[in-house]
């Protein structure tokens, strides 16, 4: 086999390897404080700080304490703050989705809390009520 034949065996696994899915936090928008064109913002007020959090798609907020197959909980940009139930204001600046908010009721039961059309432009408050939304569907997110 070729010096370059041994190359691509090579690369080709590695590469595969680097395709893997990322942790469900990794979903950071455009990872700026700015809600652009497209993404789906949080915005955190304790304090005045307006700490954000930034999607491309919907997000199942919630985590289940000592669940080893749920996914890390999403947090504010910057900061230890958990998104659930710590967002005061939502603005969807997706280009074509409506995005519903849900919350879960003590009993682990999804309702739908506010739906927000596409291209708002402004934030729209939301009162710390937030254990996910979504986004192009009215079904609750998934990722328990």
């Known amino acids: 086999m070729s010096k370059l034949g041994r ?3 090579l690369v080709l696994p590695l590469a595969a390897a680097m395709a893997v899915a990322a942790p469900a936090s990794a979903d950071d928008g455009d990872g700026t ?6 993404e789906i913002c949080f ?3 304790a304090n005045n ?8 798609n919907g997000a199942n907020h919630w985590q289940q304490e000592n669940c080893q197959l749920c996914h890390i909980a999403y947090r504010f940009t910057g900061t230890n703050h958990y998104v659930m139930d710590n967002a005061n204001s939502v ?3 997706d280009t074509i989705c409506t995005v519903t ?8 039961v999804w309702f739908n809390y506010a739906n927000f059309q596409w291209q ?9 009520v937030n ?7 009215f079904d609750p997110p998934n990722g328990l």
Not at 33 to 38: E, M, T
């Open 7 to 9: 190359m691509v065996v």
């Open 33 to 38: 404080l700015n809600c652009v064109n497209g």
């Open 43 to 45: 915005r955190e007020n």
């Open 49 to 56: 700080s307006n700490n954000v959090k930034h999607f491309w």
């Open 91 to 93: 603005r969807n600046r």
């Open 101 to 108: 908010l849900w919350d879960v009721d003590r009993y682990g």
């Open 120 to 128: 708002s432009d402004s934030y729209l408050p939301v009162y710390n």
């Open 131 to 137: 254990n996910g939304h979504s986004r192009c569907s």
